[in-house]
């Protein structure tokens, strides 16, 4: 596939693409911006000159922050990019349950012709989004589309997009656990949210409701979820990321009729390239105009 990077930046802006991290370290010397989706060891010490990294994901929390903080290197995210096939594949969990899709499939791999259960409707029923960030935004307005009543948390709710029916600031997670049909998980993993969600969360969600995580495992106790799944303390769960990634072969999630497991590729989409050459090249134009003070979706 061609690169689209090239196509959006300036003619005299010099682009290194390195093929191993051993060529990184050496492209790393004489850089001022980095795009990584992961940084080699060693590469801030081989990059005295370098100023900005763009990560190629939303999530950082995986990135040395401490690291670039201390060496003055900004970070900035790729929100945005995975917006709306994140938020269309929540949809797809959310669908699939209300429609008993999931039961359907397994009969159909059984080879069993027999009614199933489900088959309600979406519109209507409440969706809590915790987290209003590009994905949290991009899944409220979809909900809105399916005649949703939409539910979020948001640091500053008075931020929260037109799609949002009623925001909570992060102190108002308990009503949305009262009030919500589904649960989307949305948010970015941290010291806050570790284990936001744990035995008492889901007691409050009620034996109807779906939890939808799209955010990052550690987000939720897992060990806890599984008792809730087993025990039918909560409906169902559609899951694409966890504590352990890949998935060991001997969880039992594998097995739960009532979760729906996917391999954390929910922003998997064939537009990424395009979409992250566009990110960054509107960011660039601001560092080139301002300095690193200037960038959007600055983590560090």
């Known amino acids: 596939m061609r690169d689209p990077l090239p196509d959006h930046l300036p003619d005299d802006l010099a682009v290194r693409v390195a093929t191993s991290p051993e060529e990184s370290l050496d492209l790393a010397a004489a850089a001022e911006v980095v795009i990584s989706g992961r940084l080699p060891d060693g590469l801030l010490e081989a990059a005295p000159d370098l100023r900005w990294v763009q990560a190629m994901s939303a999530g950082v ?124 998980l949305a948010c970015p993993l941290t010291d806050e949210t570790r284990g936001l969600i744990g035995r008492q969360e889901l007691r409050r969600l009620g034996d109807d409701a779906v939890l939808v995580n799209i955010a990052r495992g550690e987000v939720v106790d897992q060990d806890a979820l599984v008792r809730s799944l087993q025990n039918h303390g909560i409906g169902g769960a559609g899951l694409d990321v966890f504590e352990e990634e890949p998935l060991p072969a001997d969880s039992v999630l594998w097995d739960l009729s009532n979760v729906i497991v996917t391999p954390h590729n929910a922003g998997s989409t064939p537009r990424y390239a395009e979409r992250l050459a566009g990110l960054f090249a509107e960011n660039y134009e601001s560092y080139r105009e301002a300095g690193v003070d200037a960038l959007a979706n600055r983590a560090v």
């Open 61 to 184: 929390d995986y990135l040395p922050l401490d690291d670039l903080a201390e060496h003055g290197v900004a970070l900035t995210t790729a929100s945005g990019v995975h917006a709306e096939p994140i938020g269309e594949q929540v949809l797809g969990y959310m669908t699939a349950f209300e429609r008993g899709l999931h039961e359907a499939m397994h009969q159909q791999h059984r080879g069993v012709w027999e009614r199933v259960g489900g088959g309600g409707e979406l519109a209507g029923k409440t969706v809590g989004v915790v987290g209003l960030g590009a994905i949290g935004t991009r899944v409220a307005e979809l909900a809105r589309a399916y005649r949703m009543e939409v539910l979020g948390t948001k640091r500053d709710p008075t931020t929260a997009p037109d799609a949002v029916d009623e925001a909570f600031g992060p102190d108002g997670l308990g009503e949305l656990l009262d009030r919500s049909d589904y649960l989307v």
